[in-house]
């Protein structure tokens, strides 16, 4: 996560996209590419952070754990 620390904050406040994404390199690269050959700019910020085709993976949070059997009892 971009927030984090303060200079990666000042990464925000410029405009780079990425924040809370868990995508290798290679396939930011790629999705950004295609974004902007297919979308107008202002589309491709926001469709670069939602999972489209299954590029991002899905935040766990801790509300999926219930009910999960403890290995450690």
Not at 11 to 32: H, Q, W, Y
Not at 46 to 69: P, V
Request: glycine fraction near 6%; aromatic fraction near 8%; proline fraction near 1%.
């Amino acid at each position: 996560m971009l927030t984090v620390y303060e200079n990666q904050r000042s990464l925000l406040d410029i405009g780079v996209l990425g924040n809370e994404s868990d995508m290798i390199p290679e396939t930011a690269f790629i999705k950004l590419a295609w974004l902007l050959s297919n979308y107008k700019q202002e589309d491709v910020c926001r469709l670069y952070g939602q999972n489209l085709r299954g590029e991002i993976s899905e935040r766990i949070t801790s509300d999926m754990f219930d009910g999960a059997i403890n290995l450690n009892t």
